[in-house]
């Protein structure tokens, strides 16, 4: 059973940064694409971007180009996202989830919180 | 970016009751493939989203076949056969044809 263990939930000051993790068990990250999305409080949700593990090659979504960095580590088959410059505006619960065979997002990480407040 | 705009429902639906969401793309989602690139995923409180039914009409793997995928290359429609109690939640249309992906805003089914 595929499984996403995110990291916990996360309390910025405006201005700094925040990697938050995504730990897959149960199916090799080299196969796979891993995206992130977020959902802002009574919100619905907005894709982030992905990054394919086995060569690190990205794409986002063109409101993230400057806020997130997606990074893998095969070795843990583990993805990471860096949110940058934190604002208000960033205070969302943030998903990643797994792409399978099938081209869709079938497996879901449960969220991690990120609070941004001075 | 391909925009989607989901309907509302009229909500709360009766127990038992068909329950249809609709959901419009500003552009074909059909692909060179002859697949359609339409997902649903239903996101139940507190919960992270759980794909539904994928290409439009291909139900995932443990979903009930109360819950159906339709339409054209524009417009689409998952309907809820025989709603039920653990159906209530915000369900979210999403296109995969081109990136970058998008959802639609969310469509929130209650119950009666």
């Known amino acids: 059973e595929v499984q996403l263990q995110q990291s916990g939930a996360e309390l910025g000051k405006p201005g700094t940064s925040v990697k938050l993790s995504c730990k897959v068990s149960?199916?090799?990250?080299?196969?796979?694409?891993m995206h992130w999305v977020n959902q802002r409080p009574g919100k619905g949700l907005e894709w982030i971007g992905r990054?394919?593990?086995?060569?690190?090659?990205?794409i986002y979504a063109e409101k993230f180009k400057s806020k997130a960095t997606l990074t893998a580590d095969t070795s843990s088959n583990t993805a990471y996202m860096q949110l940058s410059q934190l604002k208000s505006d960033d205070t969302a619960i943030y998903f990643c989830?797994?792409?399978?065979?099938?081209?869709?997002?079938?497996?879901w990480g449960q969220g991690a919180s990120v609070t941004v407040s001075s | 970016d391909i925009v989607m705009t989901q309907g509302v429902l009229p909500n709360p639906v009766p127990s038992g009751e068909s329950a249809s969401i609709t959901c419009r793309s500003s552009?074909?989602?059909?692909?060179?493939?002859?697949?359609?690139?339409l997902n649903w995923f239903l996101q139940r409180p507190g919960q992270s989203p759980q794909l539904l039914t994928y290409?439009?009409?291909t139900r995932a793997s443990g979903v009930s076949d109360r819950f159906s995928g339709s339409g054209s290359g524009t417009y689409f429609t998952l309907k809820i056969s025989r709603v039920r109690a653990e159906d209530a939640g915000v369900y979210y249309c999403?296109?995969?044809?081109?990136?970058?992906?998008?959802f639609g805003g969310g469509t929130k089914l209650e119950l009666k």
């Open positions: 552009k074909s989602l059909v692909y060179k493939d002859g697949k359609t690139y």
């Open positions: 149960g199916y090799n990250i080299r196969n796979t694409y």
């Open positions: 989830a797994m792409e399978g065979y099938l081209g869709v997002m079938d497996a």
């Open positions: 999403q296109q995969v044809r081109e990136y970058p992906w998008t």
């Open positions: 290409w439009m009409s």
């Open positions: 990054i394919d593990p086995a060569n690190g090659n990205t």
